[in-house]
């Protein structure tokens, strides 16, 4: 079964605590990115990766952290530092080719208390 | 981060009516990509646009790259009601997308 799998859908923590999201894909795509979604609200980007052992900061990276180890894994670490870390967390991926399509992976809620 | 205007933000529709949506930017881009979105899931693809100008099509929906690259718009005929969703825009210029606030559709019963 081809595809991006995130996992948990749902995951509940105490405010404090650091907490990573998984996003795994067969696709064998280069390029994998990890967006917020708010209510009421579009994309935005936290971080991406082109290549493994390499990524980039997106547009709210400030409190969130990545590593890319295997081209198959993107891990995204939700730390206590970002204030308001309750949303919804999308991982999608690419070809990495330039003007390729992204895909998405199902999304994990994350709620914060 | 730039974010896309899009509009309407919401619809509500009957069905069997077509529907019309369309994005705006003050940046050009190379691609255009058309999503629709279910509640608490991810964005599904519909349509890439890579050519100023070009017209694709999908089952009935319908969207065009606008000629001056800076605005792309969607089109649902003869809507049903499966097609009720968010649908986003997202342009894409280098590395990354930037995407629309989303229009919301809705059909009346």
């Known amino acids: 079964d081809g595809g991006i799998t995130q996992s948990p859908k749902y995951l509940f923590r105490k405010e404090g605590q650091n907490v990573t999201l998984s996003c795994e894909q067969n696709l064998n795509h280069d390029a994998m990115y990890w967006y917020r979604q708010d209510p009421g609200q579009g994309l935005r980007l936290i971080y991406y990766s082109q290549i493994v052992n390499d990524f980039q900061k997106g547009d709210i990276a400030e409190g969130y952290s990545v590593s890319r180890e295997k081209k198959e894994s993107f891990p995204l670490t939700v730390t206590s530092a970002q204030k308001n870390p309750t949303a919804f967390y999308l991982c999608?991926?690419?070809?990495?080719?330039?003007?390729?399509?992204?895909?998405f992976g199902p999304g994990t809620r994350l709620t914060v208390t | 981060g730039q974010q896309l205007n899009q509009s309407p933000q919401s619809m509500f529709i009957q069905e069997g009516e077509d529907v019309s949506m369309n994005c705006t930017s003050s940046s050009i881009f190379n691609t255009w990509l058309w999503y629709k979105q279910d509640p608490g899931e991810g964005p599904v693809l519909l349509i890439a646009l890579y050519k100023a100008g070009e017209l694709t099509s999908n089952g009935r929906l319908t969207a065009q790259f606008g000629i001056t690259r800076k605005d792309s718009f969607l089109n649902i005929s003869a809507s049903i009601p499966s097609d009720v969703g968010i649908y986003f825009c997202a342009g894409q210029f280098g590395e990354k997308l930037t995407f629309g606030t989303g229009t919301r559709l809705t059909i009346i019963p």
């Open positions: 999608a991926t690419d070809a990495g080719t330039g003007g390729s399509k992204q895909y």
